[in-house]
């Protein structure tokens, strides 16, 4: 399975577990997220029902155990209230999916990339241990 997919089906899963609030928006609507540079190309947003949900509000703690978090991308570089569980370290050629996966949870309004579906939560990262 492609990382982009896997990290689109992860998503999808994620936001299964957030209730519909039609009345309110996302935070795709959050003031400067349409001028995100990659606003117009999260197609996925729709797709995997992100447009339809309300994320909890502001610093409500969001934790992903995946590859690890390139820490030094720009859109974790200077996020704040993002907290490291363990050593990030990417080697392998899957280590990217843990980046993408926290950039479609919570990459800030910051006008570089993309805006994740909950880009105001406290996030924790943990890398899990290498496969055998």
Same mark, same amino acid.
């Given at each position: 399975m492609s990382l982009p997919l896997r990290?689109?089906?992860?998503?999808?899963?994620?936001?299964?577990?957030?209730?519909?609030a039609a009345a309110q928006a996302s935070r795709a609507?959050?003031?400067?997220?349409?001028?995100?540079?990659l606003a117009s190309q999260e197609w996925w947003r729709t797709v995997v029902g992100a447009?339809? @949900?309300?994320? %909890?509000?502001?610093?409500?703690p969001v934790t992903? #155990?995946?590859?690890?978090?390139?820490?030094?991308?720009?859109?974790?570089r200077t996020r704040p209230n993002t907290t490291l569980l363990n050593t990030q370290t990417l080697f392998g050629p899957d280590d990217d999916?843990?980046?993408?996966?926290?950039?479609? @949870?919570?990459? %800030?309004?910051?006008?570089l990339g993309l805006v994740g #579906?909950?880009?105001?939560q406290r996030f924790a990262v943990g890398m899990r241990a290498p496969s055998a």
């Open positions: 990290a689109l089906l992860f998503a999808a899963a994620l936001l299964a577990l957030v209730a519909p609507d959050a003031p400067g997220a349409a001028q995100e540079p447009d339809a @949900i309300v994320p %909890p509000g502001p610093g409500k992903v #155990v995946d590859s690890g978090l390139d820490i030094t991308h720009e859109e974790f999916h843990g980046t993408e996966v926290s950039s479609v @949870i919570g990459a %800030p309004v910051n006008h #579906v909950y880009p105001e």
